[in-house]
């Protein structure tokens, strides 16, 4: 083992205690891009409930759809992201937002259950929408990059929650309230498509 030298410890704390002048904005920037993100979807009730509706279908699919369609959606949604940060236009964003709602609450609802294939091209095309949405309202001075990844986590303990609540779907009384779940999500849906189209 070799001996530390004598200015090991003196200069980490040196280092520790140097000031950081120099990259407080771009810290700053990036502390407020991940904060940002991570709250951009929770802040939406439109975005929430379609969020949760993908764990949802997810767990009525079964495997392997229950991570396929979580990991489908947050995907996608990063392409969908970048086009909004990049200033892509994408017509219907809101329409498309609330497209989501209704049909991946209707899926739900009426347990529909599609080739594999078919529901992860359904939930990707929708995450295009919603990313694209994120992107494009990134807070000014934040880092496109901490926000982009704040919302793709919140992305993903939403549906992470859609999940645990679908595996109630293994009970009666579960089935029923998961049904009625997406239910509820579809109609959201219904009055969010009414606002886009106002």
Avoid at 37 to 53: R, Y
Avoid at 161 to 187: D, E
Wanted: proline fraction near 6%; glycine fraction near 14%.
């Amino acid at each position: 083992m070799k001996p530390r030298t004598p200015f090991t410890l003196p200069g980490a704390l040196l280092m520790l205690l140097l000031p950081a002048a120099a990259f407080a904005h771009q810290e700053a920037g990036q502390a407020a891009g991940f904060l940002a993100g991570l709250e951009h979807p929770v802040s939406g009730l439109d975005h929430m409930l379609a969020m949760v509706a993908v764990g949802l279908w997810g767990a009525v699919l079964g495997q392997p759809a229950i991570w396929m369609l979580p990991v489908a959606f947050p995907l996608m949604m990063a392409m969908g992201g970048l086009m909004g940060l990049l200033g892509f236009p994408l017509p219907g964003v809101e329409i498309g937002i609330a497209a989501s709602a209704i049909v991946l609450g209707a899926m739900v609802m009426t347990e529909r259950r599609l080739p594999l294939r078919a529901a992860v091209v359904i939930t990707a095309l929708f995450a295009i929408f919603h990313g694209h949405a994120h992107g494009a309202e990134l807070p000014e001075g934040a880092s496109a990059l901490m926000y982009s990844l704040g919302f793709v986590m919140s992305t993903g303990l939403l549906h992470a929650v859609g999940i645990a609540l679908g595996t109630l779907h293994g009970w009666s009384a579960g089935r029923r309230a998961v049904r009625a779940a997406g239910g509820g999500v579809a109609l959201a849906g219904l009055f969010f498509m009414w606002k886009a189209l106002a």
